[in-house]
């Protein structure tokens, strides 16, 4: 009897909380939504150099009968992920979809360091009132949105040319590129960026990307997270401590991004 790929693969992924660490939590979307069999172990900031040899995670072991290995950065395991289950195609399909797919991955892969820098990933928290934006960071959020706008008009056009059906995501169906961007999702929900510019594309694959009933789930995760004491990391759920103008909340678990009302 053949092997199934449950019994041909063997994941265990080790990473941070995923309600603050939008590096694991790509991961983890990949897996849930690609429903790729897996074990989760979530670690705390202090034991990340006890279990990973480059002191960053997230890590996957990947264990066989034969041998086991581990695979450090996001791009890394995904990749590892997507030639390991090529019949579930974490990348689109068509050559030049899957090329800029991959191009617009890798571009948040090294990319976007003032907005990761200045609005910390935390999914739950809720931060209004007089949030600072630089120009710098500015830039980026109009960048991102060009990217998304190129990605939706290109892959419609893309998809009518060879004749298949647009899922609405950012390439066609489902991919690692949306996975990458979902942590950047919660950003502008978290610190209500402006999505003021955002094309009416752009604005439909967010509403799809937030309503999905896998992205639901893992929302629901992350509240389940915040009932860890563990868990927390207080730097992040207190960023602008201090300066005046700027209220911190928490945004309620039955959320729903609607494009009428973007954000609350």
């Not at 202090?46 to 279990?51: A, D, F, H, N, T």
């Not at 109009?142 to 419609?156: Q, S, V």
Request: aromatic fraction near 14%; charge should be negative; charged fraction near 25%.
């Amino acid at each position: 009897m053949s092997e199934t790929r449950e019994q041909r693969h063997n994941y265990h992924l080790i990473g941070s909380f995923t309600r603050y660490s939008g590096w694991t939590a790509r991961v983890e979307t990949v897996l849930e939504y690609f429903g790729i069999p897996y074990t989760v172990q979530f670690i705390t900031y202090k034991e990340i150099s006890r279990v990973s040899p480059s002191g960053l995670v997230p890590l996957l072991e990947y264990h066989t009968k034969d041998r086991s290995i581990q695979i450090n950065d996001t791009l890394a395991i995904c990749e590892f992920l997507a030639e390991s289950n090529p019949e579930l195609n974490l990348w689109p399909r068509d050559q030049l979809l899957r090329a800029i797919a991959r191009s617009a991955a890798a571009e948040m892969h090294s990319g976007f360091l003032t907005l990761r820098n200045t609005f910390h990933t935390n999914f739950v928290a809720h931060f209004s009132g007089n949030i600072p934006i630089s120009e710098q960071a500015m830039k980026e959020i109009e960048r991102l949105l060009a990217l998304w706008d190129n990605a939706r008009r290109f892959t419609k056009a893309r998809l009518a040319e060879i004749n298949e059906k647009d899922g609405g995501f950012l390439f066609g169906e489902y991919s690692i590129a949306d996975a990458f961007f979902w942590p950047v999702l919660w950003r502008f929900r978290t610190y209500n960026l402006p999505l003021d510019r955002a094309s009416t594309d752009v604005l439909a694959w967010i509403e799809k990307m937030w309503n999905d009933p896998v992205m639901q789930r893992l929302a629901h995760h992350y509240y389940r997270q915040e009932e860890l004491p563990e868990s927390r990391i207080e730097k992040y759920d207190d960023v602008f401590k201090g300066q005046e103008g700027i209220y911190s909340g928490r945004f309620p678990e039955n959320w729903r991004f609607s494009l009428s009302e973007p954000a609350p």
